[in-house]
T-cell receptor
Framework: EAQVTQNPRYLITVTGKKLTVTCSQN?????MSWYRQDPGLGLRQIYYSMNVEVTDKGDVPEGYKVSRKEKRNFPLILESPSPNQTSLYFC??????????????FGPGTRLTVL | AQSVAQPEDQVNVAEGNPLTVKCTYS??????LFWYVQYPNRGLQFLLKYITGDNLVKGSYGFEAEFNKSQTSFHLKKPSALVSDSALYFC?????????FGGGTRLMVKP
């Protein structure tokens, strides 16, 4: 089944404790992206990747890191989480780097709480 | 910079009635517009998109959207709402390599 998977689905952590949220897709998509969803703000793009070893900042990259060493994986790293990073995070992927035409496939989301 | 506005936080409609969820956008150049739906505890699912051509775009689950360049709008519509359509709907514009979302509109369809 074609899908985007994220782990963990739920995470409660404390300020400053480094964490990684994994994202994997099995559709051979070039483009992958991370979003955070906050009430009333919709989804905001954190980072995206056009292909392996190519990443770029979205609208809200502060406090986050990403890497794209393999085509299927795009982990989101919070080196020193803070309470304002408490949010619902979504990973997404799509075909064809750079194309504006292709819809994105979303993972199920990771609900992160930073105490 | 591009932006998307969804002026209604919530839309209430009775089952069987037509529904409209509003979206306006601001972008330089040609807009590439999308609608996504989010059901409770799920990720977003693609509904439809406008790239070019016919201003009326048909999508999944009987939804359609009308692109209006002069009003910079891309309203989502359905002729007859179902209770199962109740969900959170997002309009988005693709510009360059990024996707910008509106704040979302919660659609409540009552029996």
């Amino acid at each position: 089944e074609a899908q985007v998977t994220q782990n963990p689905r739920y995470l409660i952590t404390v300020t400053g404790k480094k964490l990684t949220v994994t994202c994997s897709q099995n559709m051979n998509h070039e483009y992958m992206s991370w979003y955070r969803q906050d009430p009333g703000l919709g989804l905001r793009q954190i980072y995206y990747s056009m292909n392996v070893e190519v990443t770029d900042k979205g609208d809200v990259p502060e406090g986050y890191k990403v890497s794209r060493k393999e085509k299927r994986n795009f982990p989101l790293i919070l080196e020193s989480p803070s309470p304002n990073q408490t949010s619902l995070y979504f990973c997404a992927s799509s075909w064809t780097s750079g194309s504006p035409y292709n819809e994105q496939f979303f993972g199920p989301g990771t609900r992160l709480t930073v105490l | 910079a591009q932006s998307v506005a969804q002026p209604e936080d919530q839309v209430n409609v009775a089952e069987g009635n037509p529904l409209t969820v509003k979206c306006t956008y601001s972008v330089s150049g040609n807009p590439y517009l999308f609608w996504y739906v989010q059901y409770p505890n799920r990720g977003l699912q693609f509904l439809l998109k406008y790239i070019t051509g016919d201003n009326l775009v048909k999508g999944s689950y009987g939804f359609e959207a009308e692109f209006n360049k002069s009003q910079t709008s891309f309203h989502l519509k359905k002729p007859s709402a179902l209770v199962s359509d109740s969900a959170l709907y997002f309009c988005a514009v693709n510009y360059g390599n990024m996707l910008t979302f509106g704040g979302g509109t919660r659609l409540m369809v009552k029996p």
